[in-house]
């Protein structure tokens, strides 16, 4: 049972447009939300991260929305670049676990 | 070093012999966590261990994988009898304190092939 889902696998999105990546989750238990951004042959590097009490943060390109009562949460980079071309994670943690979704594979094309 | 460092990059074993996958983590990180990527799919939770408290075996798939952290500080993962389906990238991450505000920060992966 997954508690933690990305249903897009890939998305391809063109340089200096808004890239929208998207996660579900099952568990209305967890409090806060992170995403990781991974490079080929790379771990994951964190990337932005949401309290569950807030409903938005915005890190410079990087903005995560999180809406509690659909369980879903998003990353938004604007503008994106080529160099955003990695997979993303989406985690969920409740006390000391993290639970990770499938990953999007994000292309940005020049 | 600066970030969590794991040893040996890749791993290729026969069917049957155990291995060894070792993590160092960032100094001064109290928590540490395994997690195993197979192809196509997402981060597994495996173990992980919080200062001096007994780790969280939650996540093993069996009892041919088991882990230690001695010191405090260093960490082997154990896969004895290896089977195919053990083919994965074994992910080590270490938190200054284990919890949800503390990002986790990964090391760069032991790729394992089982043949």
């Known amino acids: 049972d997954q508690q933690v889902k990305q249903n897009s696998p890939s998305l391809s999105v063109q340089e200096g447009r808004i890239s929208i990546l998207n996660c579900d989750y099952t568990?209305?238990?967890?409090?806060?939300f992170l995403w990781y951004k991974k490079y080929p042959a790379e771990g994951p590097t964190f990337l932005i991260s949401?309290?569950?009490?807030?409903d938005k943060n915005e890190d410079g390109r990087f903005t995560v929305f999180l809406n509690k009562s659909a369980k879903h949460l998003s990353l938004h980079i604007v503008p994106s670049q080529p160099g955003d071309s990695a997979v993303y994670f989406c985690?969920?943690?409740?006390?000391?676990?993290?639970?990770f979704g499938g990953g999007t594979r994000l292309m940005v094309k020049p | 070093g600066a970030g969590v460092s794991q040893s040996p990059s890749n791993k290729v074993t026969e069917k049957g012999k155990d291995v060894e996958l070792r993590c160092d983590p960032i100094?001064?990180?109290?928590?540490l966590y395994w997690y195993r990527q197979s192809l196509g799919q997402g981060l597994e939770f495996l173990i992980y261990?919080?200062?001096?408290?007994?780790?969280?075996k939650s996540g093993l798939p069996s009892d041919r994988f088991s882990a230690e952290r001695t010191g405090g500080s260093v960490s082997t993962l154990t896969i004895q009898r290896t089977q195919q389906e053990d083919s994965a990238v074994y992910l080590c991450?270490?938190?200054?304190?284990?919890?949800?505000?503390?990002?986790?920060?990964f090391g760069p992966g032991t790729r394992l092939t089982v043949l």
């Open positions: 991450a270490s938190s200054l304190v284990a919890g949800g505000p503390n990002e986790q920060f």
């Open positions: 261990f919080q200062g001096n408290s007994a780790p969280d």
């Open positions: 568990n209305s238990m967890f409090d806060y």
């Open positions: 100094s001064g990180h109290t928590a």
């Open positions: 985690a969920a943690s409740v006390g000391n676990m993290l639970t």
């Open positions: 949401i309290s569950s009490i807030k």
